[in-house]
């Protein structure tokens, strides 16, 4: 059962422009969520992450928002750069589980110059 | 630091055959997950362990999966006998502390069997 819900499985983006990847989950208990960004070959690395006790968390030209009451959160990259182009997954745990990560399939975002 | 290391990157076999995943977590790092990744269920947690101890296994798709970490320094993976349907991308990860916060994630090992 796929609590982490990432529906679009890819995304394209001009340069420069502003890139949005969703993201929906089930799990009412989850209270922490994280972006990890994948290059081919390579393992996932941490791209950033906000507390269920937070809207919004910013970090240079990545923020993520989260809205508890939709259960769904969304990365924006502002602006989108070639390099930004990687699968991203969006992914959420909660104390109870340890804080063992739950993963989204993932988003494919290719930038185009 | 070099990172969380897997070996062997690339594993091929044939159905049957004994498969053993190996994993290096950070130093000083406590926790250990096992993920496998594949195009119809994306990135799936396996097992974890904390402080060597395994936590949560439930996500161990059967029998024929086992893992240990004898020590903080090392883990494997095993699978057997290995089946056509276990082909996919197994990555281990670390973290400190109980939590998996920020993972950190090996290159992980590509399996393929035949």
């Known amino acids: 059962d796929q609590q982490v819900k990432q529906n679009s499985p890819s995304l394209s983006v001009q340069e420069g422009r502003i890139s949005i990847l969703n993201c929906d989950y089930t799990?009412?208990?989850?209270?922490?969520f994280l972006w990890y960004k994948k290059y081919p070959a390579e393992g996932p690395t941490f791209l950033i992450s906000?507390?269920?006790?937070?809207d919004k968390n910013e970090d240079g030209r990545f923020t993520v928002f989260l809205n508890k009451s939709a259960k769904h959160l969304s990365l924006h990259i502002v602006p989108s750069q070639p390099g930004d182009s990687a699968v991203y997954f969006c992914?959420?745990?909660?104390?109870?589980?340890?804080?063992?990560?739950?993963f989204g399939k993932g988003t494919s975002l290719l930038v185009t110059p | 630091d070099a990172g969380v290391i897997q070996s062997p990157r690339h594993e091929v076999t044939e159905m049957g055959q004994e498969v053993t995943l190996r994993c290096k977590p950070i130093?000083?790092?406590?926790?250990l997950f096992w993920y496998r990744q594949t195009m119809m269920r994306g990135l799936e947690l396996l097992i974890y362990?904390?402080?060597?101890?395994?936590?949560?296994d439930s996500g161990m798709p059967e029998d024929r999966f086992s893992a240990k970490m004898p020590n903080a320094s090392f883990s494997t993976l095993k699978i057997q006998p290995s089946e056509p349907r276990d082909s996919a991308v197994y990555f281990c990860?670390?973290?400190f502390g109980q939590g998996a916060e920020k993972l950190f994630f090996g290159s992980g090992t590509q399996l393929s069997v035949l």
């Open positions: 130093s000083g790092h406590n926790s």
């Open positions: 362990f904390n402080n060597n101890v395994p936590i949560d």
């Open positions: 906000i507390s269920s006790i937070k």
């Open positions: 799990n009412s208990m989850f209270d922490y």
């Open positions: 990860a670390s973290s």
């Open positions: 992914a959420a745990s909660h104390a109870g589980s340890g804080y063992a990560l739950n």
